[in-house]
């Protein structure tokens, strides 16, 4: 039997009132309130670094180009050494570069630049040197304008030299030296029972380096200072405390003119200015004893320039070592007239700086104090000199000799005259 088909019958919707419909579109007071939109923690940190990244980027960027600019800057300042130029006696000075500005690099006038460039050490000392070395082939007197200091001097660093070379700045250098007639020296057996010894070392207060070497050898050595040395009285000091006797090296004209030397005794000086500048020089000196040529060899030959030093040596009653740089002094001849005591060089330690041969020149100074009573030797703040002395001091005193200062050993050698 078929179901009966049932009607489509429509609901008949209930109409909601105003409040039941506003009901069912707002939440109800119970519902869990919803939390605030707000940003995740990782997307924020990648946003305060994208705003970050450009100016890390920066920062880095200006570290670089600061590292930059001071390589460049210490390239310049110190440019690469040729090695090779210590291979050759006479090194040639390169062209002037057109970029190179020398009025930061050269002082205003050549005392100030002495003072700076040589009171370091010898490798700083050497910058000056090459310049003077190429001039001196000419074998003339040579006046250098400020213009030709400036254009070659800030070349020179590119130079290194070896101690020999960089040395010859400020001491006079004769091939013959070694060859030159001493006066004869006289015995001193009847007074002294062992041979007397001096080692002088020239040139001491320049080379700041070399000279604290010197005056680590705590023997009593005659160290003689130049006048024009910086922080004079300082080193002065420290020579004594080590038992060394301080001499004042006074620099004289030399045949060939060195023109890096601020101050020294000319023989175009009226008979006034000798004495006058001899005696600024020895005011920096108030108890010395003794004093010395430094180069000198054209101004040692001058009697009436000798006889004017040698009066002035009288009255303050100094001793006259002459280092004998020309085999024409007539040092001895203006001592006697003046009554100065005067002794003489028998040898230069370091011609050569080379420790065998320095060492061979100490043993010659021995021979010769073997012989004749006493040697007078004279050496120079070198590296070679200062490693040679202090292999040799300490075998005097075994080998039967006494070292002693010069104003001792002048009075036994004076005596004998």
Same mark, same amino acid.
């Given at each position: ?45 990648? #946003?305060?670094?994208?705003? *970050?990244?450009?100016? !890390?980027? =920066?920062?880095? +960027? &200006?570290? %670089?180009?600061?590292?930059?600019? @001071? ?72 006046? #250098?304008?400020?213009?030709? *200091?400036?254009?070659? !001097?800030? =070349?020179?660093? +590119? &130079?290194? %030299?070896?101690?020999?070379?960089? @040395? ?250």
């Amino acid at each position: 039997m078929a179901r009966p088909r049932k009607k489509n019958v429509r609901k008949k919707q209930t109409k909601l009132t105003n409040k039941q419909q506003l009901q069912l579109q707002l939440p109800s007071c119970k519902a869990r309130p919803q939390k605030a939109i707000s940003t995740p923690k990782k997307l924020q940190t990648k #946003l305060s670094w994208k705003k *970050l990244f450009p100016k !890390i980027m =920066l920062c880095i +960027n &200006l570290a %670089l180009c600061v590292v930059l600019l @001071y390589l460049l800057i210490h390239q310049y300042l110190n440019p690469p050494i040729n090695n090779s130029a210590t291979s050759t006696s006479a090194v040639p000075v390169p062209a002037p570069a057109t970029t190179t500005s020398s009025s930061s690099l050269i002082p205003e006038d050549e005392n100030t630049f002495l003072s700076t460039a040589l009171n370091k050490d010898e490798d700083n000392e050497s910058k000056m040197f090459i310049l003077e070395n190429k001039l001196r082939e000419n074998n003339t007197a040579f006046e #250098l304008p400020d213009e030709t *200091l400036q254009k070659n !001097i800030p =070349l020179i660093d +590119n &130079l290194k %030299l070896s101690d020999e070379q960089s @040395y010859e700045l400020y001491e006079e250098y004769s091939p013959d030296a070694d060859h030159i007639n001493q006066a004869q020296t006289n015995n001193l057996t009847t007074h002294t029972q062992q041979p007397i010894i001096v080692i002088v070392i020239d040139d001491m207060g320049i080379n700041i380096k070399r000279t604290q070497d010197i005056i680590s050898l705590r023997y009593p050595l005659t160290s003689s200072f130049l006048t024009y040395a910086s922080n004079l009285q300082t080193q002065i000091k420290a020579a004594q405390d080590s038992g060394h006797e301080i001499m004042a090296h006074v620099p004289m004209e030399p045949q060939i003119m060195q023109n890096f030397i601020p101050t020294m005794l000319t023989t175009s000086m009226s008979d006034e200015q000798i004495t006058t500048t001899l005696q600024q020089m020895l005011k920096h000196f108030p108890n010395i004893k003794a004093i010395n040529n430094h180069m000198g060899s054209k101004f040692t030959e001058n009697k009436r320039c000798m006889d004017i030093v040698m009066q002035e040596l009288s009255q303050k009653n100094l001793i006259f070592l002459d280092s004998k740089t020309t085999q024409h002094s007539v040092c001895e001849a203006s001592a006697q007239k003046y009554n100065i005591k005067l002794v003489t060089r028998n040898v230069f330690l370091d011609n050569k700086d080379d420790f065998d041969y320095i060492t061979s020149q100490l043993h010659q100074t021995e021979k010769i104090a073997r012989n004749n009573g006493y040697a007078i030797a004279i050496g120079h703040p070198k590296l070679q000199t200062y490693r040679a002395l202090k292999a040799w001091l300490p075998t005097l005193e075994k080998n039967g000799f006494q070292l002693l200062h010069l104003s001792k050993a002048a009075e036994y050698i004076n005596q004998e005259k």
